[in-house]
């Protein structure tokens, strides 16, 4: 006995220095979201554990008394069945599960990362007319871009918000799927190329928080941490009154630039943004003359060169009505006269796209 307490203070004390630098962010959040998804962890983990820790202690307990050596347990060799022993095993687990399918249908759908704020936190509503602070999320090679289109301001690898003032994110990526996560704040978001994600969540502690790519995307992507800063509103202001007043435009050019890979890239800030920049990030569109796809979804919403206006056959009837058409044919090089002859026509009559 002396033996076995002198091995638990040890394995204890060794516990103790193992666990000691770990960062208990996820469990004691500074943000509202964080804190329901930490509750939402701890409620599930106790309901399972209401089946896992008897199990194990039936287990060890079987295994003890009904040793071979143990002459006063009962011995029932042609025992096989009881009606209470199958309610117990059956029914307590199905219980559970009935409860962990309950709490996750309601935490899903509460905890809807698109669904707008609710509340600030448990004991707070949000006040009538409290507007919403929008972020546009880039995820780079390897760097974060942070727009604030409302304010006309962009930083990398910087995220400032205020405290108390729910926060709409709208998140995309350059390249490769991505992944945006400020433990703090609330779960991760995949940020992903071509396309728009989105997460609310609120800042209820001032503080610097660390926030990084949760999914691997290439040779930089260690280095692809930024800092979260949740301040007091009037401190808020004043950086971005500053952020304002500095130096550096972020236009199509200086976003192909930006965008070359890149890691352990320092806290940049531009006082102007292209008012449209995340939607030409998103659309993949930054280059100039190239097609957004927005538009190319567009062309293919009516038809690809619009309803109704491509048909396969003689051309000629078309020169005359003015509609579009395309011209595909299979020929020779002896052809080459007579292909260049109806393209010099179609030409001319204005009607060849």
Known sequence: MILFQRLLGRFLLLLTVCLGGCNMVVM???GDIAAQ????????????LLIIVPVILL????????????TRATYSPDWDHSTSLELVIWGAPLLIIIALGVLTWVSTHTLDPYRPLQRLDAERTIPAGTQALTVEVVALDWKWLFIYPELGIASVNQLVAPVDVPIHFKITASTVMNSFYIPALAGQIYAMPGMTTQLNAVINKPGVYGGFSANYSGAGFSGMHFKFQGMPAADFAQWVKQTQAGAGTLGRDDYLRLQQPSSNVPVQHFAKVLSNLFDTVVNRCVEPGKMCMSQMMDIDSRG??????????????LLTTGR??????????????????????????????
């Open 28 to 30: 004691r959040p500074s």
């Open 37 to 48: 998804q930490a509750h939402l962890i701890v409620v599930s983990t106790l309901l399972m």
């Open 59 to 70: 287990t060890l307990v079987f295994a003890w008394r009904y040793r071979k050596s143990n």
């Open 304 to 317: 690809g060169m619009g309803m109704n206006t491509f048909e396969v056959g003689n051309p000629q009837p």
């Open 324 to 353: 579009r058409y395309v011209l595909a044919q299979s020929c020779s090089a002896k052809d080459s006269i007579a292909l260049n002859d109806l393209s010099d026509t179609a030409t001319s009559n204005g009607t060849r796209n």
